[in-house]
């Protein structure tokens, strides 16, 4: 095996991750930081431009947080973003920030654009040592059974590597997907997105994201553009002359066209320079399946959405930071047998399980949403158009109802995905009632730890696994992956102990060593010596 660098050995890499959007840039974060060793290939010689995700949500910024990011991508986001909704002559100003969600450090919408995450994501990649390795194309994997060979094509030549894993996070078009043989079940829209960056006259970016309701689809406005002021994404009936390269950015959309859109928006703004602009054929889509034996599949390249409720960039992410620590564990825990607990095949099988059920339910939910938001039909037109504009009146109200509110935002950003059937969430004996289920997301809260109070995910806020004991429980060992907490404020014996990505695998009411060893040893975080008082 020769690397693209001259005659060197290529190092060894445990964990080869094809693509390097914000999925394959934040699987590589997890990956390492839960011991693999991480290998970046990227298609295109540069970054991908320009950003067509635009939202971050909160969910998605508690994930990132142990692997060191979310400072940073908070300093470039807008966390207060306000948004005037232009319904027919009514406007209803919503605020998008503090939202009543008591449980989390974000209670926000964050607007970000997708390439500000990514040069993020890349600088904290290179602070530890790797590079995305851009201008390399994966030609093809196959698994052998004992590991996957992976042919690559660079500047430097052609070169065969062999790892125990490959991630495809290279998009719908996914070279890793059809190398693994997995099928795809998805159905084109009949209408298209309209994305543009551009400068407008009497519009000052101040005035905060602007959204239009029409009978043809909603039209936004964003001070976002990235080559002018504004990024303006809108929504309208496709001819189908973009051809079937779904959700990339296609031909260019004529200025007439887009100053017509904007007229029948009701915008009232004309183009004072058209920067760029490209129409984007949509459809919605699930893999068969997230894996084949050691070939996986995460982001666009596992489920494709509508951009309704802002669900791609953010569900990729979460897809990596679910796989990303259980390659890493899987391959620390290569020597161990199922003679200590560990089944590798538990562990792995374990995404596919839990991320695939929650893709389903987001195709559900932003299929609705789209529908609402961009279908040409006589009925959501009408609302769109008729309805909406006289019920404008009650927004308002119902936008003062705050939990109402929250709870709408809690769905969207996916605090409330659980992993309840998953093999990893174990309930110990006897149960602890009163805490959160195995499989559930820990939610944020003011606890005791060592003589200090503080917030609970900012204590958490680093790789590995979290043993959350009460104030009474009997005292555990850490480990390598392993951290133990003692909860002050928290009366009890019992622990719960929290995943790597925030969710809940195991919790007991008391002392339980044999099943709390059982289920470190079933993720691949066993101590060296069994778990007990």
């Known amino acids: 095996m020769v690397a693209p660098h001259g005659g060197n050995v290529t190092p060894a890499v445990d964990v080869l991750v094809v693509g390097a959007g914000t999925t394959g840039l934040s699987l590589a974060l997890q990956a390492r930081a839960h011991?693999?060793?991480?290998?970046?290939?990227?298609?295109?010689?540069?970054?991908?431009?320009?950003s067509r995700a635009l939202i971050l949500h909160s969910r998605t910024l508690e994930v990132?947080?142990?692997?060191?990011?979310?400072?940073?991508?908070?300093?470039?986001?807008?966390?207060?973003?306000?948004v005037h909704v232009r319904l027919g002559s009514r406007v209803v100003d919503a605020g998008l920030a503090d939202l009543a969600l008591p449980d989390t450090a974000f209670p926000h919408l964050s607007l970000l654009r997708q390439t500000d995450v990514e040069t993020v994501l890349t600088r904290a990649l290179a602070d530890r040592g790797m590079t995305v390795e851009r201008g390399t194309e994966l030609l093809g994997a196959r698994d052998d059974g004992d590991g996957v060979r992976a042919v690559l094509r660079s500047r430097h030549g052609v070169e065969e590597i062999r790892c125990p894993f490959v991630v495809g996070c290279d998009g719908p078009a996914s070279a890793v997907r059809s190398c693994a043989g997995i099928g795809w079940h998805g159905r084109p829209y009949a209408e298209e997105v309209v994305l543009a960056d551009l400068d407008l006259g009497g519009t000052p970016p101040e005035a905060g994201a602007e959204v239009f309701a029409g009978r043809q689809g909603l039209l936004f406005l964003f001070p976002l553009g990235e080559q002018a002021t504004w990024r303006l994404l809108a929504t309208r009936a496709s001819d189908g002359g973009a051809g079937q390269c779904f959700g990339r950015p296609g031909p260019a959309v004529p200025r007439a066209e887009l100053q017509q859109l904007m007229d029948d928006s009701g915008a009232g703004a004309r183009i004072a320079r058209l920067a760029w602009s490209a129409r984007v054929p949509l459809q919605c889509g699930l893999a068969r399946r997230f894996r084949r034996g050691r070939l996986f599949l995460a982001g666009d390249a596992a489920h494709t959405y509508s951009p309704a409720t802002g669900q791609g960039m953010n569900a990729g992410i979460q897809d990596a930071v679910n796989l990303g620590w259980k390659l890493g564990f899987a391959t620390n825990g290569a020597g161990r047998g199922p003679a200590e607990g560990f089944d590798a095949e538990v562990l792995l099988g374990s995404y596919e399980s839990e991320r695939r059920a929650a893709a389903r339910g987001r195709l559900v939910l932003t299929h609705a949403a789209f529908w609402a938001e961009a279908s040409t039909g006589r009925f959501p037109a009408w609302l769109r158009a008729v309805a909406a504009p006289r019920a404008a009146p009650a927004f308002p109200v119902l936008l003062g109802r705050r939990r109402l509110v929250a709870e709408a935002v809690r769905v969207v950003s996916q605090l409330r995905v659980n992993y309840r059937r998953s093999p990893l969430s174990v309930e110990g004996t006897p149960p602890l009632r009163g805490a959160p289920r195995p499989g559930d997301r820990l939610p944020d809260a003011t606890v005791g730890v060592a003589g200090a109070a503080g917030r609970l995910h900012a204590v958490l806020a680093r790789p590995g696994v979290h043993l959350l004991l009460q104030r009474d429980a009997a005292p555990l060992p850490s480990g390598p992956w392993v951290t133990v907490?003692?909860?002050?404020?928290?009366?009890?014996?019992?622990?719960?102990?929290?995943?790597?990505?925030?969710?809940?695998?195991?919790?007991?009411?008391?002392?339980?060593?044999?099943?709390?060893?059982?289920?470190?040893a079933l993720i691949g975080a066993a101590p060296s010596a069994p778990v007990g008082p």
């Open 485 to 520: 907490l003692r909860l002050s404020n928290s009366p009890g014996r019992g622990l719960v102990a929290v995943r790597p990505d925030g969710h809940v695998g195991f919790r007991c009411a008391a002392a339980d060593p044999v099943g709390l060893t059982g289920w470190l």
């Open 64 to 82: 990132l947080r142990p692997l060191g990011v979310t400072d940073a991508l908070l300093e470039l986001a807008d966390t207060a973003p306000r």
């Open 35 to 50: 011991g693999a060793r991480v290998r970046v290939v990227e298609r295109r010689p540069g970054p991908f431009r320009p």
